[in-house]
């Protein structure tokens, strides 16, 4: 029996994601592309689905775009053209709840734009980063070239790109990449348990807040700042309650007192 090429588990409102082509370190075959755009679209379609766990299956997060079936090596079994590219980016667009990258091992190329469309990444410390469009000779199409250098920097960016050299688990956390570093038995717990902190929030609250975040990325700081206010009249409007307030702030010191 062939073996499904994404695994989705849930646990509640958690749906958990697996690459699951451990042999060819979960490389992106038109496949798997599809299987992948399939899952995050009908996430996206699942009102009960409010946090997102992506991850891999064996030592790597996804080596990108499976490059024997890009070079003609090997047969997709496509018949039409390729247009899932494009289209696992628009998919996780659709996704407008939290998506956490559980980076388990190498993120390539690829792999690496589909972390970086991640809410939030934490890295294992087999994790290592590299972008090889520029040794390979394909440009970036899911937004690495952009994304990248928002998130560490135009200089440090240019020099993963032009270089295609690999980014190890701790110097992607000094450069603000990650948002922490964890030993391999401890990365899907310590995803888990993130996921179950998101979830402990008000729902309503934390979408709007991920939309404005997402809108404002795209945006000058003075339109962001629109953007925030704009998002925030409709919110107090339509979901603030004063009665709801007191109870959550008498949760939130006792959640404080806890955690100090």
């Not at 972008?131 to 200089?155: E, K």
């Not at 440090?156 to 190890?168: I, P, Q, V, W, Y």
Request: one cysteine or more.
């Amino acid at each position: 029996m062939t073996a499904e090429l994404v695994l989705c588990a849930r646990d509640g409102a958690i749906a958990e994601i697996t690459l699951n082509r451990p042999e060819v370190m979960n490389a992106l075959s038109f496949e798997l592309r599809g299987k992948l755009i399939d899952t995050f679209r009908n996430l996206a379609d699942d009102v009960s689905c409010e946090v997102v766990i992506l991850t891999g299956a064996g030592r790597a997060f996804t080596a990108g775009l499976d490059l024997k079936e890009l070079g003609g090596e090997t047969s997709s079994g496509r018949q039409t053209t390729d247009t899932s590219v494009t289209q696992l980016s628009d998919a996780v667009d659709l996704l407008k709840v939290p998506l956490i990258g559980a980076i388990n091992g190498f993120a390539i190329t690829g792999g690496f734009e589909l972390a970086l469309m991640c809410d939030i990444l934490i890295a294992s410390t087999n994790a290592r980063f590299a972008d090889t469009h520029a040794r390979v000779g394909v440009v970036p199409g899911w937004g690495l070239s952009q994304r990248l250098p928002r998130t560490v920097g135009i200089n440090r960016a240019k020099e993963l790109s032009l270089t295609g050299n690999f980014l190890d688990a701790q110097t992607a956390y000094d450069w603000g990449l990650v948002n922490r570093i964890v030993d391999p038995d401890d990365l899907l717990p310590t995803a888990r348990a993130l996921a179950q902190d998101i979830l402990s929030t008000d729902r309503p609250t934390r979408e709007a807040m991920l939309q404005i975040m997402d809108e404002g990325w795209h945006t000058t700081l003075g339109e962001g700042l629109d953007i925030e206010a704009v998002a925030n009249q409709s919110h107090s409007l339509n979901h603030v309650n004063t009665e709801k307030i007191a109870a959550r702030r008498q949760s939130i010191l006792k959640r404080g007192r806890s955690q100090t």
